[in-house]
């Protein structure tokens, strides 16, 4: 049975502390001919703590997720690549599909020798963690999923445009200028090929598949994922649980990294498939 409680009561569970950010450094990795950058975290973990892969979301890169990285840096080895075609990575000629930006990834952490690992992702990379996960599964041991796209209702390029218009006025100022230079990198030829991929893809018939514990992650105010999407989501998969993060808009891993580190700290310390819910309680899918 899913339950879930109110995120305030964590911050009165001094095992969630953040603890002091550290600096990440920067990496390249050839990988099957193809060079790969990625920010990787400096402080020495603990042994037996899990190892984290940050996973971004459409035409950006591994830069929106640098706060996250940071509040999750004291305690876990975080890894935050950015993939094929994104970023500062090698730019392939042709798109990659979310198969095969999946399998890049699954590439790279063999060859950086990470894993099993805990994939969080945000937006499209929830779509590339759910592909993940079903074909190497060896290499994950769980998953945070920060507002999954694509609901059905909203499966078109039009849809997405409203909904993403609507968040860029709820983001912080700073989320234009990270987010708008990788759009510019990134460029509108791959944007529109991988939009199109990512509402071809259907989540929802993946879930079933993603067979590990998994955490469901949406801003409160979060127009592109709507909450009974959201619920839907958490409810879909085998080991599925709901948080919302109240009064954040979409990437919650950039405008909210430290309420974001409150739940899922706990969620990678758990480490078992028994597991209690955490977050605030959002409805019938929670």
Request: glycine share 6%; with cysteine.
């Given at each position: 049975?899913?339950?879930?409680?109110f995120?305030?009561?964590?911050?009165?569970?001094?095992?969630?502390?953040?603890?002091?950010?550290?600096?990440?450094?920067?990496?390249?990795?050839?990988?099957?001919?193809?060079?790969?950058?990625?920010?990787?975290?400096?402080?020495?973990?603990?042994?037996?703590?899990?190892?984290?892969?940050?996973?971004h979301?459409?035409?950006?890169?591994?830069?929106?997720?640098?706060?996250?990285?940071?509040?999750?840096?004291?305690?876990?080895?975080?890894?935050?690549?950015?993939?094929?075609?994104?970023g500062?990575?090698?730019?392939?000629?042709?798109?990659?599909?979310?198969?095969?930006?999946?399998?890049?990834?699954?590439?790279?952490?063999?060859?950086?020798?990470?894993?099993?690992?805990?994939?969080i992702?945000?937006?499209?990379?929830c779509?590339?963690i759910?592909?993940?996960?079903?074909?190497?599964?060896?290499?994950?041991?769980?998953?945070?999923m920060?507002?999954?796209t694509m609901?059905?209702?909203?499966?078109?390029?039009?849809?997405?445009a409203?909904?993403?218009?609507?968040?860029?006025?709820?983001?912080?100022?700073s989320?234009?200028?990270?987010?708008?230079?990788?759009y510019?990198?990134?460029g509108?030829?791959?944007l529109?090929?991988?939009?199109?991929?990512?509402?071809?893809?259907r989540?929802?018939?993946?879930?079933?598949?993603?067979?590990?514990?998994t955490?469901v992650?949406r801003?409160?105010?979060?127009?592109?994922?709507?909450?009974?999407?959201a619920?839907?989501?958490?409810?879909?998969?085998?080991?599925g649980?709901?948080?919302?993060?109240p009064?954040?808009?979409?990437?919650?891993?950039?405008?909210?990294?430290n309420?974001?580190?409150?739940?899922?700290?706990?969620?990678?310390?758990?480490?078992?498939?028994?597991?209690?819910?955490?977050g605030?309680?959002?409805?019938?899918g929670?």
């Open positions: 049975m899913k339950s879930c409680r995120l305030g009561e964590l911050w009165q569970d001094p095992s969630v502390a953040i603890g002091p950010a550290t600096e990440l450094e920067d990496r390249w990795t050839q990988v099957a001919g193809q060079t790969f950058f990625a920010r990787v975290s400096r402080t020495p973990i603990a042994a037996g703590s899990i190892d984290v892969v940050l996973v979301g459409l035409a950006v890169s591994s830069a929106y997720m640098v706060p996250t990285a940071l509040a999750l840096s004291a305690h876990h080895r975080v890894f935050a690549p950015d993939l094929p075609g994104f500062r990575s090698d730019k392939p000629r042709r798109v990659l599909s979310i198969r095969e930006l999946a399998d890049a990834l699954a590439a790279w952490m063999v060859a950086v020798r990470v894993g099993p690992a805990a994939l992702g945000n937006s499209l990379g779509q590339i759910a592909d993940f996960v079903r074909r190497h599964r060896a290499l994950v041991e769980r998953a945070v920060i507002g999954p609901d059905p209702r909203g499966r078109t390029m039009a849809h997405q409203w909904r993403l218009g609507i968040d860029i006025w709820r983001e912080p100022w989320a234009w200028i990270v987010q708008g230079i990788d510019l990198k990134f509108p030829r791959r529109i090929v991988t939009l199109r991929d990512g509402l071809h893809d989540l929802e018939a993946e879930l079933a598949y993603v067979q590990v514990p955490l992650v801003g409160e105010r979060d127009p592109i994922v709507p909450q009974d999407w619920e839907g989501v958490a409810r879909l998969l085998p080991n649980r709901l948080v919302v993060i009064g954040a808009p979409h990437i919650v891993n950039f405008n909210a990294p309420l974001l580190a409150q739940v899922v700290l706990p969620f990678l310390a758990e480490r078992t498939s028994a597991t209690p819910s955490i605030r309680r959002s409805g019938p929670c």
